[in-house]
């Protein structure tokens, strides 16, 4: 083989072109179709503001540098311009062609100002001239002064009209007013028009100046990485504020426009603005798709959605008088967005009501904006509980919320710590300290995601709240080394990095080899978002190749090559996109048919394993393995939203046995989860 991995920048796009066969399909609803068209366009946008970026710098590195790191900048930027170039055809397509004419026949019409009927074109004029030109700004520009500031992912028309005069932007004010107008329609049917086509229609008269002004749609994106992972001094939460400040004026990335544009005007905005030939990237007519987020629907059809899956009551804690009592009768597993997360703000409440308790800690690591969790935490420490919060301040496109939280957890009491730098916090955990005669008895939350209220109705995960002692005492012990109190965790049950998560994990899977050789069942089914690093791919390998059975479900970057004969054949890789997205990760080994399972809140990065505090923790409750195996079975055997990731990815749907009935493994778990209630 010319290389026995995957490019991480490619296998990231590879997971892109699966939801955007979600648009694709024709058995997802209409506008659950539009959703995934919006979230390709928001993933690709933050692809080029973070990877994009972070590959053209290393550009710059010296040439023995590049090489010792094994990096190829301008080779994979090539590909990657490819395959952009090949996905966003595809798009284009399936939304000219598909969505569109789908649309049609639900009498809903996306029509241009040119298709505007007299009733249509006095609303568009009227609504021009009261909601929209107060907004609009026009930017006069010349190629021979100063270029004027584009804000980042900002909307704008390049204003042309046939002639080499000063050139002129106009910034669509997407961010103040609707994307999408509903206009009133005579008859039958539902219109809707673009903002970008309603500016369009209006623009003689906006620009009287201008014959016949053309416009144009551009937009900048910059550079959003701000390069702090490996700063080892200063103030860092002065730097990440810094940071924020400048992300908006970071270097371009890509300058998409429309590729009807004359050369002629092109030409001056790239002469305006000192655009490389890699910066430029054609377009259509209308950019920022994830915009289709908010497209309207005037029909009020419910059918054009996925039917509703509201969150589930937890069979032992919805009639529970005391989620404190009902987690010391024995441990819980609370399975996000099937079920509530209620829970977990309710839970610190109680916590802060209880005379009994005396302290809460946790990490925060993407916040809500409007957080009942901090809003549970500042009602503890108005009741004279000590907070601590671990705050972690690179959480990247999440810094500025939460900053805005440890402000104001700080300003009433808590201690909080942020990030050290060059690390991250990635672990999710909370621990409540209550006081019971002598000895404290501790609660401990451990899960997958984040405590965050609004990714928990659309991110698929775990969490334990557990009272077992094995845990919650080195739950203890990884706070200690938050606050500095101690410099290694010395844990016999979780699984803490930097320290022993790669250890761990090697030790497990060299276990597994071991039973293969010695003629025993060996198997390793393992569930995460990204598996990227090297070392734990070698060793996978390693235990395809000894007879170690492995079966992996990778939501994303998958930089194994699986299925490749006389090398990973004993490897299965699958992905499953859906309406939720998985994020949850769970690690079994077979053990020779006594499994054990770990859930965690880590990937099998690099940077998961090696430079960020991650807690993998073993499920040993057996009715919680139980459940947790079901859910997994579920993931395993789905042969509707489950793509092939051998080979080259080529993202070929999984195909149902004939006798097989389809099986949809997040609609399964809901049932199956429904059923226990």
Same mark, same amino acid.
């Given at each position: 083989?010319?290389?026995?991995? $995957?490019?991480?920048?490619?296998?990231?796009?590879?997971?892109?072109?699966?939801?955007?066969?979600?648009?694709?399909?024709?058995?997802?609803?209409?506008?659950?179709?539009?959703?995934?068209?919006?979230? !390709?366009?928001?993933?690709?946008?933050?692809?080029?503001?973070?990877?994009?970026?972070?590959?053209?710098?290393?550009?710059?590195?010296?040439?023995?540098?590049?090489?010792?790191?094994?990096? =190829?900048?301008?080779?994979? $930027?090539?590909?990657?311009?490819?395959?952009?170039?090949?996905?966003?055809?595809?798009?284009?397509?399936?939304?000219?062609?598909?969505?569109?004419?789908?649309?049609?026949?639900?009498?809903?019409?996306?029509?241009?100002?040119?298709? !505007?009927?007299?009733?249509?074109?006095?609303?568009?004029?009227?609504?021009?001239?009261?909601?929209?030109?107060?907004?609009?700004?026009?930017?006069?520009?010349?190629?021979?002064?100063?270029?004027?500031?584009?804000?980042?992912?900002?909307?704008?028309?390049?204003?042309?009209?046939?002639?080499?005069?000063?050139?002129?932007?106009?910034?669509?004010?997407?961010?103040?007013?609707?994307?999408?107008?509903?206009?009133?329609?005579?008859?039958?049917?539902?219109?809707?028009?673009?903002?970008?086509?309603?500016?369009?229609?209006?623009?003689?008269?906006?620009?009287? *100046?201008?014959?016949?002004?053309?416009?144009?749609?551009?937009?900048?994106?910059?550079?959003?990485?701000?390069?702090?992972? *490996?700063?080892?001094?200063?103030?860092?939460?002065?730097?990440?504020?810094?940071?924020?400040?400048?992300?908006?004026?970071?270097?371009?990335?890509?300058?998409?426009?429309?590729?009807?544009?004359?050369?002629?005007?092109?030409?001056?905005?790239?002469?305006?603005?000192?655009?490389?030939?890699?910066?430029?990237?054609?377009?259509?007519? !209308?950019?920022?798709?994830?915009?289709?987020?908010?497209?309207?629907?005037?029909?009020?059809?419910?059918?054009?959605?996925?039917?509703?899956?509201?969150?589930?009551?937890?069979?032992?804690?919805?009639?529970?008088?005391?989620?404190?009592?009902?987690?010391?009768?024995?441990?819980?597993?609370?399975?996000?967005? !099937?079920?509530?997360?209620?829970?977990?703000? =309710?839970?610190?409440?109680?916590?802060?009501?209880?005379?009994?308790?005396?302290?809460?800690?946790?990490?925060?690591?993407?916040?809500?904006?409007?957080?009942?969790?901090?809003?549970? $935490?500042?009602?503890?420490?108005?009741?004279?509980?000590?907070?601590?919060?671990?705050?972690?301040?690179?959480?990247?496109? *999440?810094?500025?919320?939460?900053?805005?939280?440890?402000?104001?957890?700080?300003?009433?009491?808590?201690?909080?710590?942020?990030?050290?730098?060059?690390? =991250?916090? +990635?672990?999710?955990?909370?621990?409540?300290?209550? &006081?019971?005669?002598?000895?404290?008895?501790?609660?401990?939350?451990?899960?997958?995601?984040?405590?965050?209220?609004?990714?928990?109705?659309?991110?698929?995960? +775990?969490?334990?709240?557990? %009272?077992?002692?094995?845990?919650?005492?080195?739950?203890?012990?990884?706070?200690?080394? $938050?606050?500095?109190?101690?410099?290694?965790?010395? %844990?016999?049950?979780?699984?803490?990095?930097?320290?022993?998560?790669?250890?761990?994990?090697?030790?497990?899977?060299?276990?597994?080899?071991?039973?293969?050789?010695?003629?025993?069942?060996?198997?390793?089914?393992? =569930?995460?978002?990204?598996?990227?690093?090297?070392?734990?791919?070698?060793?996978?390998?390693?235990?395809?190749?000894?007879?170690?059975?492995?079966?992996?479900?990778?939501?994303?970057? %998958? %930089?194994?090559?699986?299925?490749?004969? *006389?090398?990973?054949?004993?490897?299965?890789?699958?992905?499953?996109?859906?309406?939720?997205?998985? +994020?949850?990760?769970?690690?079994?080994?077979?053990?020779?048919?006594?499994?054990?399972?770990?859930?965690?809140?880590?990937?099998?990065?690099?940077?998961?394993?090696?430079?960020?505090?991650?807690?993998?923790?073993?499920?040993?409750? &057996?009715?919680?393995?139980?459940?947790?195996?079901?859910?997994?079975?579920?993931?395993?055997?789905?042969?509707?939203?489950?793509?092939?990731?051998?080979?080259?990815?080529?993202?070929?749907?999984?195909?149902?046995?004939?006798?097989?009935?389809?099986?949809?493994?997040?609609?399964?778990?809901?049932?199956?989860?429904?059923?226990?209630?």
């Amino acid at each position: 083989m010319e290389s026995s991995y $995957l490019d991480r920048d490619l296998s990231w796009l590879s997971f892109n072109h699966r939801v955007l066969q979600e648009a694709q399909n024709e058995q997802v609803p209409l506008y659950e179709r539009i959703k995934f068209l919006a979230i !390709y366009s928001s993933n690709l946008d933050e692809f080029f503001r973070v990877r994009v970026a972070s590959l053209r710098s290393f550009k710059e590195l010296r040439k023995k540098t590049r090489q010792a790191l094994n990096i =190829k900048p301008k080779k994979t $930027l090539r590909e990657i311009r490819a395959i952009v170039d090949r996905q966003q055809a595809e798009f284009g397509r399936i939304f000219r062609e598909e969505i569109l004419p789908e649309l049609g026949r639900q009498d809903i019409f996306l029509i241009p100002e040119s298709e !505007y009927d007299a009733g249509q074109q006095a609303f568009a004029r009227q609504y021009f001239r009261e909601k929209v030109a107060p907004a609009l700004h026009l930017i006069r520009a010349q190629t021979d002064q100063q270029p004027p500031f584009l804000r980042n992912k900002a909307l704008y028309f390049a204003i042309g009209s046939g002639d080499r005069q000063e050139l002129q932007l106009l910034e669509i004010p997407s961010d103040e007013l609707p994307r999408f107008v509903v206009l009133p329609s005579a008859g039958q049917g539902h219109y809707v028009s673009f903002l970008d086509d309603l500016i369009r229609f209006n623009l003689e008269e906006f620009l009287p *100046d201008r014959p016949t002004p053309e416009a144009y749609s551009i937009k900048l994106s910059r550079d959003a990485e701000m390069y702090i992972d *490996d700063e080892f001094s200063g103030n860092l939460v002065e730097k990440i504020r810094q940071g924020l400040s400048e992300r908006n004026i970071g270097l371009p990335t890509r300058f998409l426009y429309d590729s009807a544009m004359p050369a002629e005007l092109l030409q001056q905005l790239v002469e305006l603005f000192q655009l490389s030939k890699n910066d430029l990237i054609p377009g259509a007519r !209308y950019h920022n798709f994830n915009d289709f987020f908010t497209f309207p629907n005037p029909s009020g059809k419910v059918e054009l959605y996925d039917p509703p899956m509201p969150p589930l009551p937890h069979p032992e804690l919805e009639e529970a008088a005391s989620l404190l009592t009902a987690i010391e009768e024995g441990d819980r597993i609370l399975h996000f967005p !099937y079920q509530k997360y209620d829970y977990v703000p =309710k839970l610190l409440w109680e916590a802060a009501e209880d005379e009994t308790v005396e302290s809460i800690k946790i990490t925060l690591y993407r916040v809500a904006s409007k957080s009942l969790v901090t809003e549970a $935490l500042l009602h503890a420490l108005s009741r004279g509980k000590r907070v601590v919060a671990f705050i972690e301040a690179k959480a990247r496109f *999440d810094e500025a919320s939460n900053l805005f939280w440890g402000q104001r957890l700080q300003e009433a009491g808590a201690k909080v710590l942020y990030s050290y730098p060059g690390i =991250k916090v +990635h672990t999710k955990l909370f621990l409540i300290t209550r &006081r019971e005669g002598e000895k404290p008895r501790r609660y401990a939350y451990l899960g997958t995601g984040n405590f965050n209220e609004k990714t928990a109705r659309l991110y698929g995960d +775990h969490a334990l709240l557990t %009272c077992d002692k094995r845990l919650t005492t080195e739950v203890a012990q990884v706070f200690q080394l $938050l606050e500095g109190r101690i410099i290694l965790p010395r %844990c016999k049950h979780l699984l803490v990095s930097p320290f022993a998560l790669r250890s761990g994990f090697t030790a497990l899977i060299d276990r597994e080899i071991e039973h293969a050789r010695a003629g025993r069942q060996a198997y390793l089914i393992l =569930k995460m978002n990204s598996l990227e690093d090297p070392g734990m791919i070698d060793k996978l390998y390693e235990a395809a190749q000894a007879g170690v059975k492995v079966r992996l479900i990778i939501r994303g970057i %998958c %930089c194994l090559l699986a299925g490749i004969p *006389d090398w990973s054949e004993g490897i299965e890789a699958t992905s499953i996109v859906d309406r939720f997205l998985e +994020h949850a990760r769970i690690y079994l080994f077979g053990n020779g048919g006594q499994e054990e399972m770990y859930l965690a809140s880590a990937d099998w990065m690099t940077r998961n394993l090696d430079r960020r505090v991650e807690v993998a923790m073993p499920i040993y409750d &057996r009715k919680i393995f139980g459940e947790l195996r079901e859910l997994l079975d579920f993931q395993l055997n789905d042969n509707v939203k489950a793509r092939l990731l051998h080979g080259r990815q080529e993202n070929r749907y999984v195909q149902a046995d004939d006798e097989a009935a389809p099986l949809r493994a997040q609609s399964a778990t809901y049932e199956w989860l429904r059923s226990k209630g």
